[in-house]
Nanobody, 123 residues
Framework: QVQLVESGGGSVQAGGSLRLSCAASTYTYSSYCMTWFRQAPGKERERVSVIDPDGSTVYADSVKGRFTISKGNAQRTLYLQMNSLKPEDTAMYYC?????????????????WGQGTQVTVAS
């Protein structure tokens, strides 16, 4: 079973930057959809960004132009570069993985999750 471990969260002022990392226990990113989710207290979980096994990416409208998802060269680390952070970006951030579905692609439920890393943006 693949295990995911996030790191890189912290507290920053609005306008600042953070880079989140997600390390996988096994080589898996070449065939898995990798997604960053976030959840703020009292709010529903939100899909922030997805990277498909072929490298194509999707972003939530709320983070377009500010966040960048990428994979490390060794294909075992996932990153989320977050720039121009806003107080509304404050949340627990999780990375998640699932095999790419032949029809639904990277849509649907994810069955592999990290423990999360907290991001707090002060105004």
């Amino acid at each position: 079973q693949v295990q995911l471990v996030e790191s890189g969260g912290g507290s920053v002022q609005a306008g600042g930057s953070l880079r989140l990392s997600c390390a996988a226990s096994t080589y898996t990113y070449s065939s898995y959809c990798m997604t960053w989710f976030r959840q703020a207290p009292g709010k529903e979980r939100e899909r922030v960004s997805v990277i498909d096994p072929d490298g194509s990416t999707v972003y939530a409208d709320s983070v377009k132009g500010r966040f960048t998802i990428s994979k490390g060269n060794a294909q075992r680390t996932l990153y989320l570069q977050m720039n121009s952070l806003k107080p509304e970006d404050t949340a627990m951030y999780y990375c998640a993985a699932r095999p790419r579905h032949w029809y639904y692609g990277c849509q649907g439920e994810y069955n592999i999750w990290g423990q999360g890393t907290q991001v707090t943006v002060a105004s």
